[in-house]
T-cell receptor, first 115, second 115 residues
Framework: AQKITQTQPGMFVQEKEAVTLDCTYDTSDQSYGLFWYKQPSSGEMIFLIYQGSYDEQNATEGRYSLNFQKARKSANLVISASQLGDSAMYFCAMRESTGGFKTIFGAGTRLFVKA | SQTIHQWPATLVQPVGSPLSLECTVEGTSNPNLYWYRQAAGRGLQLLFYSVGIGQISSEVPQNLSASRPQDRQFILSSKKLLLSDSGFYLC??????????????FGPGTRLTVL
């Protein structure tokens, strides 16, 4: 079974609007971490936001917030007030406490921001 | 602040030729180091990780190898490249002090084309 599932291969959003990128995960660990990365066309992976499995509050970093629903095993990324520079691939990732140093990445969602 | 460098940025190599990609990290000590490969339009595949000098763990059997001759240097090598080795290679580091958080920070990547 897929450990990280991103069901949206591509998404469009109008500039200045909010967009939600979906991510579901599968783990039997109680302790794990969830990450979102942005990959612009240059290729570099940019860390955006982290959520720990024991964190009760949803993580926020500027215009990025993580909608963490533990019971549903979802960790959706919300980008508010989209900008043209947000156009990129977005990857959800998970590190399990029993996984050693292995971080598992989803297949990614390509976001297009329209002017 | 910490920075991570990779070179070369792009590389075109014939099948059967050797390969050496280098990654160095500045501004931190004793980092965890990682090599990933990303095929076109796909997610990241972990190839190797290292928790210290001379300590290498391989995740995927292949004709690639990795070495860590110095604390902040990580090298990806091959004796004979295959067509299937083409892809985007990313090096990443994380802090050993980060525990389960283990946020990974990526270099700019090397785009390898094997002809």
């Amino acid at each position: 079974a897929q450990k990280i599932t991103q069901t949206q291969p591509g998404m469009f959003v109008q500039e200045k609007e909010a967009v939600t990128l979906d991510c579901t995960y599968d783990t039997s660990d109680q302790s794990y971490g969830l990450f979102w990365y942005k990959q612009p066309s240059s290729g570099e992976m940019i860390f955006l936001i982290y959520q720990g499995s024991y964190d009760e509050q949803n993580a926020t970093e500027g215009r990025y917030s993580l909608n963490f629903q533990k019971a549903r095993k979802s960790a959706n990324l919300v980008i508010s007030a989209s900008q043209l520079g947000d156009s990129a691939m977005y990857f959800c990732a998970m590190r399990e406490s029993t996984g050693g140093f292995k971080t598992i990445f989803g297949a990614g969602t390509r976001l297009f921001v329209k002017a | 602040s910490q920075t991570i460098h990779q070179w070369p940025a792009t590389l075109v190599q014939p099948v059967g030729s050797p390969l050496s990609l280098e990654c160095t990290v500045e501004g931190t000590s004793n980092p965890n180091l990682y090599w990933y490969r990303q095929a076109a339009g796909r997610g990241l595949q972990l190839l190797f990780y290292s928790v210290g000098i001379g300590q290498i763990s391989s995740e995927v059997p292949q004709n690639l190898s990795a070495s860590r001759p110095q604390d902040r240097q990580f090298i990806l090598s091959s004796k004979k490249l295959l067509l299937s080795d083409s892809g985007f290679y990313l090096c990443a580091w994380s802090s050993q002090a980060s525990g389960n958080t283990d946020t990974q920070y990526f270099g700019p990547g090397t785009r390898l084309t094997v002809l």
